[in-house]
């Protein structure tokens, strides 16, 4: 099996930065539109400015090994405060900036580290542990500095990113060129979302992260004059590794763009030819466009135009989305080669979409313990234009990267035995593949099995090796009757019904039998139109609520069928990738229409184009 990341390939993070500097030049690296100026670094820019904050970094006292935290909202000088790190052989701690405080300083906490680059925006959820900080870097302009100067706590030094850059010195300098980082050293530590509860901190060495990156290059085609719009933040392993990678390893651009509402504007000016995305956000997309549709009054002739494309590629295999619906690739930039989800399971009647609409929009799996990618389904163009490979492949997640091994492995306390039910526990190995995590042996035993990651998910390996997610081990529903309940699945189904805007499916006890429940935040919209003018009421709007998905579960499985429903007047609990938080889910939920209303009106103004 060929060794990843292959001999004369990058193996640490330093030697991708001299590399991309090399390779990239004077091109454009990563760039953002803050107000209406581009913020750019160019390849050469970035190694410039990542080499001299970690020399001022290493004259503050900064060691090989120390961690620092990094809490930023997407920008240019993120990647830049990521490379110092590393160039100074310390480890970079990426948290999420829409956390709590509470959260913040309990990883604070648990990684002590010793310095932190934030931005005005986040300074303050530091909290008490930033007084045994060495420094803060302020990566903000003039007013941000000043007000983290107010709220961080007297000892360690507070620094714009420019002055901590100016606090190198000749030594320091030497210091970080006498550096020796090896592949297997300590890169960086990325806490999980915690779909269930609390939060890991997942260790990641420098090969773990690089392996990855030239497993994904072998499967998708892209290269130096490619471009990718990024909307998930950083902090995730996801737009990490293809980020602070994959991007640069192709000497390809990176464009950032924080807020939701403008990513249609940014990709006409933008143009980009690669986008990353999580199935809510290719949801909200998909229900973009229908709208913007139906508010043309070309609904109809959408229709239409569907059932034509649908019946080429149903005869001949030729997909001629592009030409039928062209006005909507222009409205993507025009030159969008390929779109790729992650993080969560997509939606196979989203997938099939976006295909039909000639957009090729391919999903990929695997978790932060793998750095992220462990399958993807691999892109070819021919593949999509001239055949119906990919619809007969709809739901599923492709087979396993080079040099990933997966297999199945059997659930006995979920009653599941691969020999007999042809599904199990998917479990992986690979050179990407975390050492386990940070501070946390008990956790990191139960991680493993043998030398293979348990990856928590149930799944199936068709005889082509595709590779097909059918739920979550701990969170499959075994009734009575030994029959299984996966929520996923339920969720996926239901979920497609208008009047549903968010939906969790789990087991509830009756009379001491385990029945499947579902808790539903209701779509707004659809739920006035239903009720004809009527004031909505917590049992109208159940009512409607229940007849939705009474008319989607024709296609369930009677075993399947919710036997009670509650609505709830907030969104669900979800991960800053949507997945749902099941351990977060309330035994009981209220509603109040008044509460409905507003929390209709914060999510529409959060999700509008």
């Not at 405080?101 to 906490?109: I, K, R």
């Not at 199935?279 to 466009?289: D, G, K, S, T």
């Not at 799944?459 to 997610?469: C, F, L, N, S, Y």
């Amino acid at each position: 099996m060929q060794t990843f990341p292959p001999p004369g390939e990058p193996q640490t993070f330093v030697e991708l930065l001299a590399f991309a500097a090399r390779g990239g030049g004077d091109r454009v690296a990563f760039r953002q539109r803050v107000r209406n100026e581009w913020h750019r670094r160019t390849f050469r820019e970035l190694n410039e400015h990542a080499r001299a904050l970690a020399a001022g970094l290493v004259a503050m006292g900064l060691k090989p090994g120390d961690r620092v935290v990094i809490i930023l909202e997407n920008c240019v000088d993120w990647p830049v405060a990521f490379y110092a790190i590393e160039s100074a052989g310390a480890v970079a701690v990426p948290i999420y900036y829409g956390l709590k405080p509470d959260e913040v300083t309990a990883m604070l906490a648990h990684v002590e580290p010793a310095m932190a680059v934030v931005s005005g925006d986040t300074v303050q959820k530091l909290g008490d542990p930033a007084a045994r900080l060495a420094a803060v870097i302020v990566v903000d302009d003039d007013r941000g500095v000043t007000k983290a100067r107010s709220v961080v706590p007297p000892g360690p030094v507070v620094l714009t990113l420019a002055e901590a850059e100016g606090r190198g010195t000749d030594e320091s300098r030497r210091q970080v060129d006498r550096v020796t980082v090896q592949p297997d050293d300590l890169a960086a530590i990325l806490f999980t979302s915690g779909t269930s509860a609390g939060h890991k901190g997942v260790m990641l060495t420098h090969r773990n992260v690089l392996a990855n990156v030239a497993q994904a290059r072998r499967v998708i085609p892209f290269g130096p004059k490619d471009r990718l719009l990024l909307v998930l933040p950083m902090h995730h392993s996801f737009p990490f590794m293809i980020g602070l990678g994959l991007l640069p390893a192709l000497t390809a651009e990176l464009v950032f763009e924080n807020d939701l509402r403008r990513i249609r504007d940014r990709m006409q000016e933008v143009r980009p030819t690669l986008f990353l995305g999580v199935p809510a956000l290719f949801e909200i997309m998909h229900r973009n466009v229908l709208q913007a549709i139906e508010t043309q009054g070309r609904m109809a002739a959408f229709h239409k135009a569907q059932k034509v494309a649908r019946l080429v590629k149903r005869i001949t295999g030729v997909n001629i989305g592009g030409l039928l619906f062209k006005d909507l690739h222009q409205r993507l930039g025009g030159e969008l080669k390929l779109m790729v989800s992650g993080g969560a399971a997509l939606n196979p009647e989203i997938q099939r979409e976006f295909l039909l609409l000639g957009i090729p929009l391919i999903q990929g799996w695997g978790l932060t313990e793998s750095s992220p990618a462990l399958a993807l389904q691999q892109y070819s163009r021919w593949r999509f234009r001239f055949t119906r490979y990919y619809e007969k492949r709809i739901g599923s997640i492709g087979k396993p990267l080079p040099g990933v091994e997966i297999q199945l492995m059997d659930v006995p306390e979920k009653g599941l035995f691969v020999n007999v039910h042809h599904e199990g526990e998917l479990i992986a190995r690979g050179p990407n593949i975390t050492p386990g995590y940070w501070r946390a042996p008990e956790l990191t035993e139960s991680l493993k099995a043998g030398e293979w990651l348990k990856t928590g998910d149930l799944g199936t390996i068709d005889r082509h090796g595709d590779v097909r997610i059918t739920g979550r081990s701990k969170f499959i529903i075994v009734l009575d009757s030994g029959e299984k309940v996966y929520p996923d699945e339920v969720e996926e189904k239901l979920g497609m019904a208008p009047a549903i805007e968010d939906i969790a499916v789990r087991a509830i006890d009756v009379r001491g039998r385990a029945h499947v429940a579902a808790v539903v935040y209701p779509n707004r919209d659809e739920a006035l139109k239903a009720l004809g003018g009527r004031a909505p009421t917590p049992d109208n709007v159940r009512e409607v609520v229940v007849a939705a998905v009474r008319a989607h579960e024709k296609g369930v499985a009677t075993f399947k069928r919710v036997v009670d429903v509650m609505i709830t007047d907030e969104p669900l609990p979800r991960t800053p990738l949507r997945k749902i938080m099941r351990g977060q889910l309330r035994a009981a939920y209220t509603f109040d229409p008044d509460r409905w209303a507003q929390t209709w009106a914060e999510l529409a103004a959060s999700t509008a184009e």
